[in-house]
């Protein structure tokens, strides 16, 4: 047996959440590459802040190797 915790948690349940607009094949092409440019934004400042900061480097290396 289990608990369905769906309704207990902030937001409810997929029915109660605002659904989102029908977009174009456009549009959903349009907001997909937004999303890509902002997640690589992120991914190039962060890459930036580890390679100015000796500290964040090491702490780089010491994650993966």
Do not use: C
């Amino acid at each position: 047996m289990y608990m369905d915790l769906t309704d207990m948690i902030s937001g409810g349940t997929e029915e109660q959440q605002i659904p989102e607009q029908k977009l174009t094949k456009e549009e959903y092409a349009a907001k997909k590459q937004q999303e890509r440019e902002e997640v690589w934004a992120e991914v190039d400042s962060q890459a930036q802040g580890v390679f100015q900061d000796g500290e964040k480097l090491k702490g780089f290396f010491r994650k993966f190797f």
